[in-house]
């Protein structure tokens, strides 16, 4: 088996900084335990991985991912769907609409109050 070079790589992937980091990537895929889609032959994982990269056999574009998301400090959040927002506002529309209720019930009672109390002084 010939030894892989960059120069194999360089047809698939054509700035060397970034094949660096694809093949990293890959190598530390085989690692955790990524399947192989070439022989082994004997090679380390960073051989392994170039020699992935260098016969196509492997995804380049879920690599290129695979870097990125792992450089990220923030994490996306999926934010819920419609649905759930229409629901949540529901529920939200029924809790206001209630307390406001319970606060203009504890008003009108205190008006309630406050007038029979002048009915009271007026009659004395």
Request: net charge negative; proline share 2%.
């Amino acid at each position: 088996m010939a030894r892989v070079t960059v120069e194999d790589c360089i047809l698939q992937v054509p700035n060397r900084f970034e094949l660096v980091l694809l093949a990293a990537q890959r190598g530390r895929a085989i690692s955790a335990g990524a399947s192989l889609t070439v022989e082994r032959d004997n090679d380390k994982n960073p051989v392994v991985a170039l020699r992935e990269i260098a016969d196509c056999t492997v995804d380049l574009d879920s690599l290129r991912l695979g870097v990125v998301s792992g450089l990220q400090k923030r994490v996306e959040v999926d934010e819920p769907e419609e649905d759930d927002m229409a629901q949540r506002l529901t529920v939200a529309e029924e809790w206001i609409g209630t307390a406001a209720e319970g606060s203009n019930k504890d008003r009108v009672e205190a008006e309630d109050a406050d007038y029979d109390d002048s009915e009271g002084a007026d009659a004395v």
